[in-house]
């Protein structure tokens, strides 16, 4: 389920701010959303009062769940940069960050109302380990593998085998990162891996989220498997000639032959 549409709850009381809405439904709306994406680790409400944008409420924490528990510990996130964009009415994606062995991404919406009015926020933490396993199972050919950076060029997202050696990959990304879209086939694509080798690859930016997914293919292996393909290809092609040779010997014998009375 696409996170940041379950983060578009529309209110149906006609208030003026979340606080507003009972807690025991503000809480139930939280927990319906954490049950529908279980990658939402922390999901929680902010205040706002667009009369009122000075009062000190603003920006506090009024409903709070973590790992499934109702958080007690209330704070206020009003000078922070989710706050106030979704307060401006537009959607945040946070950077990457690791906590333990994953990696995690804070994700923001404004609330509205019955009248489409802004009247609080609803700020979300998200696990990133599914893209990880899906970034680390890719293969292609024999040796060929997947990374994903985040919007400063990092790579957060490998098959676990590789090791660090350089930073030829990174150079690569950040030229991903800058609009460039290589496809296996200028200069550019051949490089010094920074987990070792020379290799052959191509890039694409995510532009909604400004991450890098790019393929590395060791060339020993992407030339292998190009000539394989071209013996496969030769070998088919002799076969349809040698097919269609027949198949004139043929026709030319019963359609050529010459009619007995």
Do not use: C
């Not at 003026?16 to 139930?28: F, I, M, T």
């Not at 333990?100 to 009248?115: C, E, H, I, R």
């Amino acid at each position: 389920t696409d996170a940041l549409t379950l983060l578009h709850p529309r209110v149906a009381y006609p208030v003026a701010a979340l606080s507003g809405v009972p807690d025991d439904q503000r809480e139930r709306i939280l927990r319906g959303i954490m049950e529908t994406n279980k990658f939402i680790q922390e999901v929680s409400f902010l205040e706002y009062d667009a009369s009122y944008p000075n009062k000190s409420e603003i920006g506090m924490e009024l409903t709070k769940i973590a790992n499934g528990a109702a958080v007690a510990d209330l704070v206020s996130q009003r000078d922070a940069i989710k706050f106030k964009k979704a307060i401006a009415g537009k959607d945040y994606l946070g950077s990457i960050y690791r906590k333990g062995d994953g990696y995690f991404m804070t994700l923001a919406a404004p609330v509205q109302n019955s009248d489409r009015m802004i009247i609080g926020v609803i700020t979300a933490e998200i696990s990133l380990n599914p893209v990880a396993r899906i970034i680390s199972d890719g293969v292609l050919g024999n040796s060929g593998y997947l990374i994903l950076t985040d919007d400063k060029g990092e790579i957060w997202a490998k098959p676990s085998h590789l090791d660090y050696r350089g930073f030829g990959s990174n150079l690569y990304v950040l030229s991903v990162l800058g609009g460039y879209q290589g496809a296996g086939l200028d200069v550019q694509d051949e490089y010094p891996s920074s987990f070792g080798g020379n290799v052959i690859a191509s890039g694409k930016k995510i532009k909604d989220l400004n991450w890098a997914l790019v393929v590395e293919w060791p060339k020993d292996d992407a030339y292998a498997a190009i000539y394989s393909l071209m013996k496969q290809a030769v070998t088919f092609f002799v076969l349809i000639l040698g097919i269609a040779i027949l198949a004139a010997y043929f026709f030319s014998r019963r359609v050529l032959k010459p009619i007995t009375v």
